[in-house]
């Protein structure tokens, strides 16, 4: 019946002869067979890394749009893959978004073909990573926090209600210093964690946005940076090797992903999370589609897809990360549950500040140290300088 | 077919056949190796081609796109590169932090440079002199086998004995020598809060990774150092001592030099040992990724690419006066 009424349209308008003058898609015509997406690796699985993980195969069943992924690890590499075309969808993180945006590389979204969408979540709604001027340039995909994990057995009872466990040196709970047994992540964008620090603890400095920093500020941060290098034995970069490091090197606190904290406790290793009282960062994907996307109804199918099938359950499991459906969590769509959902951050959406790119012309103040330079730096800070 | 196909056929005809040598074309076949006959040059052109074409445009193609990114900059505002020629990129690798990587790196490479000839002669020298027959296989099994398994599995491995709660550590405690160990690790610089976070650590699994390359061609200048020699040295009254010093090593000297180009440059343009084991003190091959990847600020990611570069060319310039490629 849907179908039909997909074929009915697609005749209406050839026969009125619209043509998509707008830049968005009017209505959906029949499914083009195949559909290309740009995502971060472990994103969409098809079972093929653990077959209980699979959320390709029955869409591609449903639909016949066959699923192609090329995997991305940097931001920087989505944008440069929808710089180059050739794609028609992209999971775009908080500091890829409204670059694409800006860069003309996404078309907006039409809310309207796009049933399960009064389903998404309110807070994400009308999100500023991807809604410019009141144009949804994208549908959220899933998001998360960065969690302090510690090691329940240094903490005993008492798990530690402030970042400065990996900010400051001092004893902790187990009567020893947390010189060498804290760890810190070693993307530039952690210079974000340490403002957000300095937000909570001097005021003065009147830091509104971890992301959005003046010289002043961004050097307060980097002279905190440089106390964390003083207590961090190794900074972590992948995640497998950060988990290790808490079975093997006596790791006390760290600030993390739920996605090692679930593995590491699933593997029953002593560690448990929390997000502090400063809140924490995050990250928050988008679906977004490319404005030259040749499989547009596959691409629309794909994005009700996303919202309405096992995808946000399981995906929110195998990552660590939070649906965009609320209803994910509790109505047995997937393998979520509401106590899932609670570990994973969602009820703490308020205290987090999301991932976005530093960039030199920033809203909250005259002009900000761009993400360049907080790379530069930051590789100068590991190095003890 | 013809007579003049098959003049040996018929050694006794004797009508107006030519003589033997000179045939007629057979088909294009014939005519193509009758050009590449009387043009040789040709042929050596046709053959070289492709592999000249890779070289040039692959190989020092990309060099060269590297090179002319090194000399582009980023602007200080906007973020975006300006293609206009200058060296302030260059001049920013002054900037102590970069300073710090560059010397770290070089410094690595040294040290696990000596480390290797120092462990690799013995071993050679044994397997060079002394190794005969089915230890000999034994030989080179043992050395070759490590560059078999994945390199990636070797450093995990690694990391996983040099851990805090690893298996040197429980030895050590075992023994009662913790107190030596934690001396090690309360050394500055080298020291760190346990083997796999120090740079001790990081040296310790670049040795063991590279150590084959320097092993392999030591063993091959030690065994061109002819037997003839030693004896004439002993009968010259020289101690082995001495035979080792005035004989021995300047007739290997070649061969360690080869290996140390192998151990040298494999070290300095290695970044996922140091990102696995150390202490996340970046090397130039992660500070490269990092800049290119995440930073977008490929001119200076370009610079320090350059940097392995010319110092493996003095290198390499110093090890051919040593006559090092006469033992490849």
Known sequence: MR???LMGTTALAAMLGVTPALAQVGALGTPEGKLNIVAWPGYIER???????????????????????????????????????????????????????????????????????????????????????????????????????????VFGDTPPTSWNVVFEEMDLPDGQTNKGRVQAYDGPIHVADAAQYLMFHKPELGITSPYEL???????????????????????????????????????????????????????????????????????????????????????????????????????????????????????????????????????FERIRFW???????????????????VSDYIGVIGGR | MTLAADPARDPGH???????????????????????????????????????????????????????????????????????????????????????????????????????????????????????????????????????????????????????EGIITWATDGIGASAVLNGILALPVIGGNSLSTSYIGTWLVFLYVWLPYMILPMQAALERVPQSMLEASADLGASRWQTMQTVVFPLALPGIIAGSIFTFSLTMGDYIIPQIVGSSRRFIGQAVYQLQGTAGNIPLAAAFAVIPIVIMLIYLTVARRKGAFDAL
């Not at chain 1, 009064?118 to 998360?144: F, I, S």
């Not at chain 1, 490091?245 to 606190?253: I, L």
């Not at chain 2, 050596?44 to 900059?73: D, E, H, I, K, R």
């Not at chain 2, 000839?117 to 080179?140: C, D, E, M, N």
């Open chain 1, 47 to 153: 079972g093929e890394t653990v077959a209980d993980f699979d959320w390709v195969t029955k869409f591609e069943e449903a639909t016949g749009c066959m699923v192609q992924v090329k995997t991305a690890n940097t931001s920087d590499e989505m944008v440069a893959l929808m710089n180059e075309g050739g794609f028609d969808l992209v999971t775009a993180s908080g500091d890829a978004s409204l670059r694409l945006v800006a860069g003309g590389r996404v078309q907006p979204i039409n809310l309207s073909l796009i049933p399960s969408w009064g389903t998404v979540d309110e807070r994400l709604k009308n999100a500023p990573w991807y809604v410019v001027d009141g144009v949804h340039y994208g549908v959220p995909y899933q998001w998360g926090p960065n969690v302090l994990m510690y090691n329940t057995e």
């Open chain 1, 3 to 5: 179908h039909l009424r």
């Open chain 2, 14 to 164: 004797d009508g107006v056949q030519p003589s033997g040598a000179i045939l007629p074309a057979r088909g294009l076949g014939d005519r193509v190796s009758a050009v590449f006959w009387r043009h040789p040059n040709v042929l050596l052109a046709t053959l070289l081609a492709l592999p000249l074409l890779w070289l040039v445009v692959v190989y020092l193609g990309s060099l060269a796109a590297l090179l002319m990114q090194s000399f582009y900059s980023i602007d200080e505002f906007s973020g975006q590169i300006r293609r206009e020629f200058t060296l302030s990129t260059y001049a920013e690798l002054l900037r102590p932090a970069n300073m710090d990587i560059i010397i770290r790196t070089v410094a690595m490479s040294a040290a696990v440079t000596l480390g290797a000839v120092v462990i690799a002669f013995p071993i050679a020298y044994f397997a060079a002199r002394y190794a005969r027959g089915h230890w000999k296989a034994l030989f080179y099994l043992g050395v070759m086998l490590p560059l078999w398994s994945s390199y990636l599995v070797k450093v995990y491995a690694w990391k996983l004995i040099l851990a805090r």
């Open chain 1, 214 to 348: 003046n010289q002043e500020q961004y050097n307060a941060a980097l002279d905190l940076l440089r106390v964390q290098r003083t207590l961090t034995a190794r900074y972590w970069h992948d995640a497998f090797i950060q988990m290790d490091d808490f079975r093997n090197e006596g790791m006390a606190a760290s600030g993390t992903w739920p996605f090692q904290v679930n593995l590491l406790q699933a593997d029953g290793v002593p560690v448990a999370s929390v997000i502090p009282q400063e809140g924490a960062t995050g990250w928050a994907d988008t679906t977004m589609m490319h404005v030259n996307a040749e499989n547009t109804t596959c691409a629309y199918q794909w994005i009700e897809h996303t919202l309405s099938s096992n995808l946000q359950a399981d995906l929110s499991v195998w990552f660590g990360a939070n649906p965009v459906v609320p209803a994910a969590c509790t109505d047995g769509r997937g393998m979520q549950t509401a106590e899932g959902c609670t570990k994973n951050g969602f009820d703490d």
């Open chain 1, 356 to 374: 976005t790119t530093p960039v030199t012309r920033c809203e909250s103040q005259e002009e900000c140290v761009p993400y360049y330079r907080w």
